[in-house]
Nanobody, 128 residues
Framework: QVQLVESGGGLVQAGGSLTLSCVESARTFRSWYVAWFRQAPGKERELVAVLKWTGGVTRYSDSVQGRFTISINNAKSTVDLQMNSLKPEDTAVYYC?????????????????????WGQGTQVTVSS
């Protein structure tokens, strides 16, 4: 059974940094897409960043482009999200998600329904 576990959330002041990590129970994401989504209170879940475990694909939402970096930590078999220059509007529950599917449209990256496996989420709170 696939299980995703996130870590690294917390409280940080505006302008600060946090790094989130996501690990899969078998410590391999195979050739899947691995993404970070977030959901703020009263808002829909939105894609933050996604990559393909075997390489060649990386996408970011416009709101985090240039501030966040998604990457693979090969030593730990994790997908990390380095978040810099955090803003209060980045406050949300952040979810790791994974998809074994083939994405045929560029919009597929952004659709939560395209991801079959989800972590429990980790809270990120940015104070002003």
């Amino acid at each position: 059974q696939v299980q995703l576990v996130e870590s690294g959330g917390g409280l940080v002041q505006a302008g600060g940094s946090l790094t989130l990590s996501c690990v899969e129970s078998a410590r391999t994401f195979r050739s899947w897409y691995v993404a970070w989504f977030r959901q703020a209170p009263g808002k829909e879940r939105e894609l933050v960043a996604v990559l393909k475990w075997t390489g060649g694909v990386t996408r970011y939402s416009d709101s985090v482009q240039g501030r966040f970096t998604i990457s693979i930590n090969n030593a730990k078999s994790t997908v990390d999200l380095q978040m810099n220059s955090l803003k209060p509007e980045d406050t949300a529950v952040y979810y790791c998600a994974a998809s074994p599917r083939t994405f045929f449209s560029s919009m597929d990256y952004y659709r939560p329904s395209q991801y079959d496996y989800w972590g429990q989420g980790t809270q990120v709170t940015v104070s002003s």
